[in-house]
């Protein structure tokens, strides 16, 4: 969880993300406004993954792109990962 320090309390903000709500205490969640976000498709993720790619310098096959789509389960942090490129916006960030 992270929170906005440094402003007034009533003012004050925190931030949670999670694939679990339901794990999540209704104390906590009557508090909240919730987001959900729809898992990207496997053809959306292959499209992004060869983007990312070709704007690295690499290039890939459609279906290298297909596969790791599939392999990330809907999951863009996971593509990126299964693909094993940095973007250059992470470059200098560990």
């Given at each position: 969880m992270k929170c906005r320090g440094g402003m007034p309390y009533a003012t004050r903000g925190c931030t949670d993300a999670t694939t679990e709500r339901d794990k999540v205490p209704e104390t906590i969640q009557s508090?909240?406004?919730?987001?959900?976000?729809?898992?990207?498709?496997?053809?959306?993720?292959?499209?992004?993954?060869?983007?990312?790619?070709k704007k690295e310098g690499y290039s890939?096959?459609?279906?290298?792109?297909?596969?790791?789509?599939?392999?990330?389960?809907?999951?863009?942090?996971?593509?990126?990962?299964?693909?094993?490129?940095?973007p250059r916006a992470w470059k200098g960030t560990e």
């Open positions: 508090r909240c406004e919730m987001y959900t976000f729809k898992q990207p498709t496997r053809e959306i993720l292959a499209s992004i993954v060869t983007d990312i790619a890939l096959e459609r279906s290298a792109a297909e596969l790791v789509a599939l392999l990330a389960e809907g999951s863009f942090r996971d593509a990126l990962g299964i693909l094993g490129i940095r």
